[in-house]
């Protein structure tokens, strides 16, 4: 067996390794995520954090504005609900990015809720609180896209400090596949 036909041969092997260890998440185009991360269920739940600090994420709504007469767009809210599983209290901001079917994103770090994402108060252990972010002025064209499904990325930075400052990288990212018809244009 020449040194060529091995190389081949591993080749072929780690191909069929990727391919049965990986799962397609949906809309594998616009998922936003950076490979290698799973997409979330709308429904899934995720853990972030390690040792006395940990909690449990989950998407607890996704709601529309009711339409405005003069609209120059509407908003999307984005409960994001975090149940603080670890023994010391945590505090949070997170940011919601929304990606299309077509790879259009709205929202996003230092961009969603006005720049400033969701905040939580200090989450104490045992305690959920779900804070809102949202995203505006999305188009009549751009909700009917999104109503179609999409990907939600939610980056999380852990607050520290009596100050409750934030690190310039986010802690966490988590991806939720958000099923056709969750967010009706």
């Known amino acids: 067996m020449t040194l060529k036909t091995l190389a081949f041969m591993f080749v072929i092997a780690g191909m069929l390794i990727a391919a049965g260890c990986s799962a397609p998440a949906a809309l594998p185009a616009a998922t936003g995520t950076p490979a290698g991360e799973k997409v979330l269920p709308m429904s899934g739940n995720v853990t972030l954090g390690s040792g006395n600090k940990t909690i449990n994420a989950f998407i607890h709504s996704i709601e529309l504005d009711a339409k405005a007469e003069n609209e120059t767009g509407r908003t999307v809210t984005i409960y994001v609900a975090a149940k603080n599983t670890g ?99």
């Open 87 to 185: 023994t010391e209290p945590v505090m949070f901001v997170w940011f919601s990015k929304l990606t299309d079917a077509n790879g259009n994103s709205y929202g996003g770090i230092n961009v969603s809720h006005k720049g400033s994402g969701a905040r939580t108060a200090w989450i104490t252990p045992g305690d959920t609180e779900a804070a809102r972010d949202y995203i505006d002025r999305l188009t009549n064209q751009d909700l009917g896209v999104l109503s179609k499904g999409a990907v939600l990325d939610v980056y999380f930075f852990e607050k520290s400090g009596p100050d409750g400052t934030i690190g310039a990288e986010p802690d966490y990212h988590v991806a939720w596949t958000i099923e056709p018809g969750a967010i009706l244009g």
